[in-house]
């Protein structure tokens, strides 16, 4: 099943998408892409007039419908309201897409413990809880899929924000193995940087972070994801180049942390 663009109407929907994160960025392009490929669409995220204007731009676009749920999915109240939207028989969620998500712009012990716990939560928890929630239907209807953003981060151990990125990974190569054979896929995808609001929301210059070449557009992306889950990959890491860092990172872990404990060492001697 490829996502390819075309114009449908509600009525003629392939189903549902629920896209959490999906006021900008990845989210946004996963909710315009599955769009356009006829999919109904459910948005997730905190900021309710965005969510209303990028639902307001799938209607009219591609015909389909468009909820909004505005939720922080670090507020349990909140989150349930989106646990039950996905636990829902009468408008079944045919595909999750696990997308929101941030990182944290100071080191580990500069941040409050609460401030690391709530980035692991919306990393780690909140697929897990909201993965659960959408399982039981799709066992019992026999089809679905679900998408969770990860990050090439995960490839090496370098902070709470890399750990929260391998439990994506982890559990949708388990997952996918689990299930597939029940007409269920589960897929991980493992981009590297994206131009999108993340870094500008760490107070972070693009320019600073990476050089040019690394940067990789969203629709690019999230083209990748939907092609690798609708081909039932567990695992998606979009660009040859990144496939190539992937691979690498890999075989350099130890060497990694070798540079990782200098440079910590070296700051610590120059006092900052
Ligand atoms: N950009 C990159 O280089 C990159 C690379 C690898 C992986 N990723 C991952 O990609 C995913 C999407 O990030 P992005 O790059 O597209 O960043 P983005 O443009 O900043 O989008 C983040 C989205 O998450 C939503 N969000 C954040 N906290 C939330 C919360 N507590 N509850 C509900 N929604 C929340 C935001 O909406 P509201 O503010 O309206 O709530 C926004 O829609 C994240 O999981 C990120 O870790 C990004």
Request: charged share 20%; net charge positive.
């Amino acid at each position: 099943m490829t996502i390819q663009p075309s114009r449908s109407s509600a009525s003629t929907a392939r189903g549902t998408a629920l896209v959490t994160g999906a006021t900008s960025g990845l989210g946004a392009e996963f909710a315009h892409q599955l769009a356009s490929g006829g999919y109904n669409i459910v948005l997730v995220a905190r900021d309710l007039a965005r969510l209303e204007a990028v639902a307001a731009d799938l209607r009219s676009r591609y015909g389909v419908t468009a909820e909004v749920l505005k939720a922080d999915l670090t507020n349990v109240d909140e989150r349930a309201i989106v646990e039950q939207r996905l636990h829902s028989a009468d408008a079944p969620i045919s595909y999750l897409v696990n997308n929101a998500g941030y990182g944290l712009a100071q080191e580990f012990e500069s941040n409050s413990i609460d401030d690391e716990e709530r980035m692991l939560e919306i990393l780690a928890t909140v697929p897990l809880r909201l993965s659960h929630a959408v399982l039981g239907g799709m066992l019992s209807r026999g089809s679905g899929t679900v998408l969770t953003v990860a990050s090439i981060a995960a490839g090496a151990p370098l902070g709470l924000y890399s750990a929260a990125k391998t439990w994506p990974l982890s559990f949708s190569r388990w997952a996918n193995a689990q299930y597939r054979h029940r007409g269920l896929t589960f897929t991980a995808v493992a981009p590297g940087f994206v131009r999108t609001e993340f870094h500008a929301r760490l107070g972070i210059e693009r320019a600073d972070m990476a050089p040019k070449w690394m940067w990789l557009d969203a629709s690019f992306v999230v083209r990748s994801a939907l092609r690798s889950a609708a081909r039932g990959r567990a695992v998606s890491v979009p660009s040859v180049r990144y496939k190539l860092i992937w691979a690498l990172m890999k075989v350099t872990q130890p060497l990694i942390m070798v540079f990782v404990a200098r440079a910590s060492r070296a700051a610590s001697a120059n006092g900052s």
